[in-house]
């Protein structure tokens, strides 16, 4: 059973993430042939706060 964690800044829609949890099972299903209802797919969505680029939060942008 694959199982595959996904972690993105918080604040993209509902349909969006439904899209990427389709495209990668989609992926996962084509590259190593497991069956789709094995596919698990986790979404980690972090606050900006908490999510540092360079030694900044992107909570703050330059």
Do not use: F, Y
């Amino acid at each position: 059973m694959p199982i595959v964690h996904i972690s993105v800044i918080e604040g993209r829609s509902n349909e969006a993430k439904a899209h990427l949890i389709a495209e990668v099972t989609d992926a996962i299903e084509r590259t190593i042939g497991a069956p789709k209802a094995t596919i698990r797919v986790l979404i980690n969505e972090i606050p900006a706060a908490h999510w540092g680029v360079a030694g900044v939060p992107k909570s703050n942008p330059p």
